[in-house]
C-alpha cells in the first residue's frame, strides 16, 4: 500500500506506532521477517511491548492512534493473555505482550525511509517467536529465515523440538521448492 508521496503505509504505521511504544516496543511479524532478509507479503504490522496493555492504550492514544484491549489471541488456547488491537491509515495491527522470552536491549534499529525508523526484534527473538505460534506460515518464515542465516540451525531445532514444531519445520526445510 503506499500514501502519497510514495511511502509505504506499512512502513509509515510501523514508525508511529514505534515511536509511541519507545524502547518499551519492538517490530515482530512480516515486517520482522523481511528486515532480517526474508521479504514477504504482509498487510498488517505487528509488535510486542514490555508494558501493560493499558499503559500501551495509554501510549498510543498520546500519539493520536486509537487502539482497544482484545483480551485472548486469535487462535483458542494459543496462551496469549491479552493483545491491543488497533487500524491506523487502514492498517490493522497488534501489539503483543513478550509470548517467549525477548532481549529488548539487543533489538536492531533499521531506517525505512528519513526520517523513519524502528527497533526490530532480534534474530534469535524472532524465530522463537515464530516457533511458538507455531502456524504454517510461521514456520515457513522460520525455514526461509534459516536459509538466510544457516548459523542459527543448530540453536533453532531445541527450541522447536520443545515447541513441538521440529517436524513441521522439517517440512518446510526439506521442502525443494524454497531452495
Known sequence: MKEKGGADTLEVVATRIAAALGEDGVLVGGMAVAAWGYVRATDDVDFVARLAPSRVVERLKTA???????????????????????????VAFDVLPPLVPLHLDQAVTIRLAPGRAVRVVDLDGLLRLKLKAGGPQ??????????????????????????????????????PRLR
Open 64 to 90: 493520536g492512534i486509537r487502539s482497544r484491549i482484545h483480551r485472548g489471541g486469535d487462535v483458542p488456547d494459543d496462551g496469549i493473555e491479552w493483545c491491543v488491537k488497533g487500524r491506523l491509515d487502514g
Open 138 to 175: 510461521d514456520l515457513l518464515d522460520v525455514a526461509q529465515l534459516l536459509r538466510k542465516h544457516p548459523q542459527m540451525r543448530a540453536k533453532v531445532r531445541p527450541v522447536a523440538e520443545a515447541y513441538g514444531q521440529w517436524q513441521g519445520l522439517q517440512h518446510w526445510l526439506n521442502d
